[in-house]
């Protein structure tokens, strides 16, 4: 299957015969057959024909729109799949223990996958990282006799704060950072991160809809005007998984240097280039198509976006039946 990103600025995405064809220049184009279409997102300035539009919504492909920096804006998306009365009981387990328990299962294998990414990278490094690996095990443990979804999320936080600082040192030293920033983020390895957890979050929004769930409705992050809490909860498993991994893999092996990334004055913060964004984009792509056998309950390899899927199955299977038991989340070793 193909998901096809757009960074050139000024293309022009159009429907040619069964192919989507992005176009900078007469001579200057690729096609994709639509067929084999997942999705489509476009970064920055480029403009998609009414029958492009038209054939996207018929076949359900969603396309995401972000500023050329990262920044999601939305996205078109089809009403096919929506299933009202899955959608009913989903927002009625929000005030219930079925959210406090899917949040502990989530919230604890996010933290013991945290844990595996700061040991791989701290194998080969001369850096002592046992006090943060302690103090997320205090955080992890106290997640066990939490009566709220707040605590949860607290004890979380505290977890993170630590995983971040042994990340930190396991950096290459020019990429050193002070911890998690955003909006705008202030140094080259939270500018990764940023972009990355916002493709995962959209990968996982496609997802969500296409099992007739509402992305709005969660159960772990408290409701925000315009943010897809669900997807916010069940990307959490896959935060360190996917995109810290694909960002320290990056650094630390010299794919990526400060060429890359750019500063402007019009606008704070730190941004990839257009060549810092292909390098991104790609190795991300890679990562997402990577096969595993992380899914416990199932006896063969899938790739990782064939893993989330699964697992929004799963969820939904478990909305279905007010059992947040049969949910179980992806947990690396």
Avoid at 18 to 33: D, G, I, L, S
Avoid at 189 to 214: D, P, R, T, W
Avoid at 257 to 273: A, N
Wanted: proline share 3%.
């Amino acid at each position: 299957m193909s998901y096809l990103y757009v960074t050139e600025q000024g293309s022009t995405i159009s429907i040619e015969a069964n192919y989507v064809k992005v176009q900078k220049e007469e001579t200057k184009w690729r096609k994709v057959p639509i067929e084999t279409l997942e999705s489509i997102s476009i970064f920055g300035r480029a403009q998609m024909t009414t029958q492009c539009t038209v054939e996207c919504l018929k076949r359900g492909v969603p396309v995401n729109y972000y500023s050329k920096n990262g920044s999601y804006f939305g996205c078109l998306e089809s009403t096919g799949h929506i299933q009202v009365e899955r959608q009913r009981k989903q927002a009625e387990l929000y005030h219930s223990e079925f959210a406090l328990e899917l949040g502990r299962k989530i919230l604890q294998t996010k933290v013991k996958n945290q844990e595996v990414v700061l040991r791989r990278y701290a194998r080969n490094q001369n850096e002592d990282i046992n006090e943060e690996i302690k103090m997320m095990h205090i955080s992890y443990s106290k997640m066990k006799d939490c009566s709220g979804v707040e605590q949860l999320m607290g004890y979380e936080g505290t977890a993170a704060k630590y995983y971040f600082q042994g990340l930190a040192k396991l950096v290459e030293p020019e990429f050193y950072f002070r911890g998690r920033n955003r909006r705008p983020p202030k140094d080259e390895f939270n500018s990764l991160l940023s972009l990355g957890y916002s493709i995962v979050m959209n990968e996982i929004y496609g997802k969500i809809q296409a099992k007739g769930l509402n992305p709005y409705f969660g159960f772990i992050h408290q409701d925000r005007e315009k943010h897809p809490t669900l997807a916010s909860d069940l990307m959490e498993e896959w935060r360190a998984v996917i995109v810290d991994s694909v960002v320290m893999s990056l650094l630390n092996g010299h794919e990526m240097d400060k060429t890359h990334f750019r500063r402007e004055d019009e606008e704070p913060g730190v941004f990839l280039t257009n060549d810092g964004m292909k390098i991104f984009l790609n190795k991300m792509n890679s990562k997402l198509n990577t096969y595993c056998r992380y899914l416990d309950y199932i006896e063969y390899e899938v790739s990782f976006r064939r893993a989330m899927e699964l697992q929004v199955g799963q969820l939904a299977k478990a909305i279905e039946q007010g059992d947040a038991g049969l949910y179980v989340p992806m947990r690396i070793r």
